[in-house]
């Protein structure tokens, strides 16, 4: 009896997961076409070489799991499930005393595991593939300047409340700015400031190069010092926390998004769209979890139309969640409904719906 049970669990995993790979791939190159024929005008404009085509859709691929493999797994379970179902199969397994929980049981476990992979990989092996993607867009689809990437304009960070500094102009490969201001204020008065002609960034410390420091007391003028150089110790930044970025805080990982937090925190910076979507990397794997509950129950009783039907549903549940998610998504970084909401709701209004449809299924 055990051995029939996990061949019946290999089975279904097998099935479910051959659905998967099929699934995956044929959605997957869906979308690789649709965004080759709108690149295609860049493609030929600026002769791109064939074989940096090739690798850009090799990290664009990646990009598609991470965005769409929950809709992936939903589709590939009511696929597979349905056609076990028109073929009575499911109606077999439970004449022969296994209920509907322990026909899935073995999908539960393996879509687990695939939101841990999700995750995973969402946070750890994407981010540095989809930096090259981004940078093969940007530099030799799109031919942007990598040297404009290194300028940067009109910097404000805050030190500490009443402690900030700005500089006009930096360079972060050659690690210099030019115009340096440091401010520190008390009782909203100006009690130092130091002004520079250059800055320079070495050995992890920043030097401010022929410049002036003036301190006041109850506003007016007190101390006057020139210097060639002078070490300015209350900046912590790095030359990387001034530079831009390529694409957007949902691209990076949960450790660089982090980070990027914590300096928006530090220097004064708004960072309620990275706060929602540092949560959202929790949230989303788990999704693949929340569409299979619906899912099986919906797939393993037959009816017309067959798997066409099946698949219609999976289409419109898929696009049901990936709506309601990003208009609470947009919610949440507008402010509108809590973050707690805009990043969990989808996630518990579909996973009572699933329960519900696993509860009253017939077993």
Known sequence: ?????????????????????????????????????????????????????????????????????????????????????????????????????????PLFVATALICVGHFYYNEYVFPPANQKRLEIKQFTIEKKSKVAMTKVRNIYRQIDPGHFYTIAHFDTERLTGENLRVYKTENNQLVELITAQKVVYDKFLWTAINGYRRTFKDGIKDTFEEFDSLYIGAIKDSPQDLAKRLGKPEDMGIEELREYIDLMKRTGGPYTRESVDLKLKYAYPLASFIVLLISIPFAANPRKGGVAVSFAAGAGFALVYFVLFRSLQSAAYNGKVPEFVGVWGVNLLFLAVGIILMVRARK
């Open 1 to 105: 009896m055990v051995t029939s049970i996990k061949k019946l669990d290999r089975y279904l995993l097998r099935y479910f997961l051959s659905s998967l790979v099929v699934v995956t791939l044929a959605l997957g190159l869906t979308i690789v076409i649709i965004n080759m024929v709108e690149e295609l005008r860049d493609f030929i404009d600026h002769q791109v070489p064939i074989l940096s085509i090739l690798e850009y859709y090799l990290y664009f691929g990646g990009w598609i799991v991470k965005s769409f493999l929950p809709a992936f797994v939903m589709l590939a379970a009511l696929f597979s499930i349905s056609i076990l179902a028109r073929r009575q199969e499911i109606l077999a397994m439970k004449a022969s005393g296994r209920s509907l929980y322990r026909i899935a049981l």
